[in-house]
Structure formats: structure tokens, C-alpha cells
């Protein structure tokens, strides 16, 4: 079995979790594992490329963030393979699994960046929230693993949107 199909590929998966189970999982894993391995480098992308007032506080802001992140992959990874899967995080595989466009800001203004940075976030956030509700259902695990990165992962853009926010509460896109 290849695991570009989302298949289980050991001969085992974790003591007590059906098969079925397991396969599902994985699935819902492997889409979170490509997300958080594309936001790292989004992240990284922006802390390098973003220009203009308020510069240097962005820039120390995103660093945290990608390593967190960096860590959020390391853990869905380690647990997909604790299921018998097996996590692929080459370029090219991220490439081919994910279902959005890739970032298109290059050198660009704090607003511009954390603008678009914010509606990452809510795709990645959004799906996390998703993979929770239905890894409910098959491995309450690997949901709470997922319920906690989404604690820091709303955190950070909450961290984003203070940037872009009016003093009126609303964000400027």
C-alpha cells in the first residue's frame, strides 16, 4: 500500500484502535501534517520578506511561531507512524497533497503580509477544527493532540490580527 493514498502501511497500529480506525486517522493526520509543514514555511517566508513600520516586532513575532509549529508537525508525524503510517514531508509531497494556492506575497508592507497571513490562519485553523470534530469519532488521542495545537495556533493569529486590528475591533484587510 502507498501512503500517497492515505493507506496504513505497518502491520499494526496502536493497542485498542480498530483498523478502520486507525485508517482514518491517519487520513485526517496527513492532511494536518502537509498544513502545518506549508504554514512553517509561509511563516518563514514572511519573517524574511516583510518590510516597513513595525518591521522588527513581525519579524521577532513569527520566529516562535514557526518553531512551534516545526514542533506541531514533528508530533503528527510521530503519531501517524505510532498508527502504522507513514508521514511524508518531502517538498514534493506537500506540494502534490495540498488543496490551496501557494503564498503570493513576496517583499510586501507589515499590513500586506500580516493581512494575508491572517487568512491563512483561518484555513489552517478552520481544518484543524474539522480534523477535531471527526477524529472525535475514531482516536480521542490524537484529537486532543490536535485540540491543543489549536490553542496555540489561534493564539498566534491572535497575535497576527492585533497587528491589523482598528481600535474599533475590526481587522483591515
Known amino acids: 500500500m502507498s501512503n500517497t493514498e ?3 502501511v505497518a502491520g499494526f497500529t496502536a493497542p485498542g ?13 496527513d492532511d494536518r501534517l502537509v498544513a502545518l509543514i506549508d ?4 511563516l518563514k517566508h514572511v519573517h524574511w ?4 513600520p513595525n518591521f522588527i516586532g513581525v519579524h521577532e513575532m513569527l520566529d516562535p511561531q514557526v518553531d512551534a509549529v516545526r514542533e506541531m ?8 507512524a505510532t498508527l502504522g503510517g507513514v508521514p511524508e514531508g518531502t ?9 490551496w494556492k501557494d503564498y503570493s506575497i513576496g517583499k510586501g508592507l507589515v499590513a500586506e503580509h500580516l493581512s494575508e497571513l491572517d487568512k491563512v490562519y483561518i484555513g489552517v485553523n478552520g481544518d484543524h477544527r474539522k480534523a477535531i470534530d471527526e477524529l472525535s469519532e475514531v482516536d480521542p488521542v490524537s484529537e486532543d493532540m490536535l485540540t491543543g495545537q489549536l490553542g496555540d495556533l489561534e493564539q498566534f493569529q491572535w497575535f497576527v490580527r492585533a497587528h491589523i486590528e ?3 475591533g475590526e481587522l483591515k484587510r
Open 6 to 8: 492515505n493507506a496504513k
Open 17 to 29: 484502535l480498530k483498523e478502520d480506525a486507525a485508517q482514518k486517522a491517519i487520513a485526517l493526520l
Open 39 to 42: 504554514l512553517q514555511l509561509t
Open 49 to 52: 520578506n516583510v518590510v516597513g
Open 73 to 80: 508537525t514533528d508530533t503528527i508525524a510521530e503519531r501517524i
Open 91 to 99: 517538498p514534493e509531497a506537500v506540494v502534490r497533497k495540498r488543496s
Open 166 to 168: 482598528s481600535s474599533s
